[in-house]
């Protein structure tokens, strides 16, 4: 371990300096939540689809629909994947919704795409557990700025080969749902939205940490689908992350997804997201 270097005679002067927030989204294009909400009073149910414990599915929801995920047996967090179904390489982008929105997400925020393309892909209508906030140890749910439970950093940390983590679970999802070898699913496997996980980041050392969720059966997140989209939950080996996740100890529970179709017309003056307007020239010209 290195020496700590000496503070500097300005040290206090330098930490006082007031933050800037680096996003600034007051000129976000605000989703219509109040047509949404009212579309889905009326909106029926079409699909649904059961997430074992310990285990990941796919899902489609077509543009204009709705899909909720909920807590069915017992408190049990999952680690969500969304992509454009009709190109898997547009895909979630945690870093960008973090910095838009902040580090856990709820009601009238949205999930954006990645690069080239950044724009809404699904817009969150109503979460259960939008009375948690921020409690006193700087936790909060729905969060996105964990990666998801992986069997390389199982392996570097314990040397363990264990395949039922969220990335394993995702993997093996996608892979099923599409076709594609294992191999070649997995580079499609991105950074997640935590449902439900409650995390957050130690005030001392700045550790990411989990504490046990609040989700209870009964509870769920549901969203828009801005666009086309195919979906990957996994209902992680942690259950309620109160303890470790990576494992068989923990008491894990099934996670339910079901698809609503809005009536025709609910939807008047909708239109989905265009890709983002930057012209990609990167000062190369035209």
Same mark, same amino acid.
């Given at each position: 371990?290195?020496?700590?270097?000496?503070?500097?005679?300005?040290?206090?002067?330098?930490?006082?300096?007031?933050?800037?927030?680096?996003?600034?989204?007051?000129?976000?294009?605000?989703?219509?939540?109040?047509?949404?909400?009212?579309?889905?009073?009326?909106?029926?149910?079409?699909?649904?689809?059961?997430?074992?414990?310990?285990?990941?599915?796919?899902?489609?929801?077509?543009?204009?629909?709705?899909?909720?995920?909920?807590?069915?047996?017992?408190?049990?967090?999952?680690?969500?994947?969304?992509?454009?179904?009709?190109?898997?390489?547009?895909?979630?982008?945690?870093?960008?919704?973090?910095?838009?929105?902040?580090?856990?997400?709820?009601?009238?925020?949205?999930?954006?795409?990645?690069?080239?393309?950044?724009?809404?892909?699904?817009?969150?209508?109503?979460?259960?557990?939008?009375?948690?906030?921020?409690?006193?140890?700087?936790?909060?749910?729905?969060?996105?700025?964990?990666?998801?439970?992986?069997?390389?950093?199982?392996?570097?940390?314990?040397?363990?080969?264990?395949?039922?983590?969220?990335?394993?679970?995702?993997?093996?999802?996608?892979?099923?749902?599409?076709?594609?070898?294992?191999?070649?699913?997995?580079?499609?496997?991105?950074?997640?939205?935590?449902?439900?996980?409650?995390?957050?980041?130690?005030?001392?050392?700045?550790?990411?940490?989990?504490?046990?969720?609040?989700?209870?059966?009964?509870?769920?997140?549901?969203?828009?689908? &801005?666009?086309? /989209?195919? $979906?990957?939950? #996994?209902?992680?080996?942690? !259950?309620?992350?109160? +303890?470790?996740?990576?494992?068989?100890?923990?008491?894990?529970?099934?996670?339910?997804?079901?698809?609503?179709?809005?009536? &025709?017309?609910? /939807?008047? $003056?909708?239109? #989905?997201?265009?890709?983002? !307007?930057?012209?990609? +020239?990167?000062?190369?010209?035209?």
């Amino acid at each position: 371990m290195t020496d700590m270097p000496l503070p500097p005679a300005d040290a206090d002067d330098r930490r006082a300096i007031k933050p800037v927030i680096c996003y600034p989204n007051e000129t976000l294009p605000e989703a219509p939540v109040a047509l949404y909400q009212a579309a889905r009073e009326t909106a029926r149910k079409i699909d649904e689809v059961l997430i074992p414990a310990r285990d990941a599915r796919c899902f489609e929801v077509p543009a204009g629909q709705f899909f909720r995920i909920s807590s069915v047996e017992g408190p049990q967090v999952g680690d969500l994947n969304l992509w454009n179904s009709k190109d898997l390489r547009e895909r979630f982008f945690s870093g960008k919704t973090r910095a838009l929105h902040g580090t856990h997400i709820t009601s009238g925020e949205r999930m954006w795409t990645c690069l080239p393309t950044l724009r809404p892909m699904a817009t969150i209508v109503h979460d259960t557990l939008g009375w948690y906030g921020i409690d006193g140890y700087g936790g909060s749910v729905h969060d996105v700025i964990g990666t998801r439970c992986d069997p390389y950093t199982g392996n570097l940390l314990s040397g363990d080969q264990y395949h039922y983590c969220c990335h394993s679970n995702l993997t093996r999802a996608l892979a099923a749902h599409t076709g594609m070898p294992p191999h070649e699913a997995e580079p499609y496997v991105h950074d997640v939205l935590n449902v439900f996980m409650c995390t957050g980041f130690t005030r001392d050392t700045g550790q990411y940490f989990m504490k046990a969720s609040p989700v209870r059966p009964g509870d769920y997140l549901e969203f828009f689908a &801005e666009i086309d /989209l195919l $979906g990957a939950l #996994s209902a992680c080996p942690g !259950g309620d992350c109160s +303890s470790e996740h990576s494992s068989d100890t923990a008491a894990c529970y099934p996670l339910l997804v079901e698809v609503f179709a809005p009536e &025709e017309g609910a /939807l008047e $003056g909708w239109r #989905s997201p265009s890709i983002n !307007g930057y012209d990609r +020239s990167h000062g190369l010209g035209g």
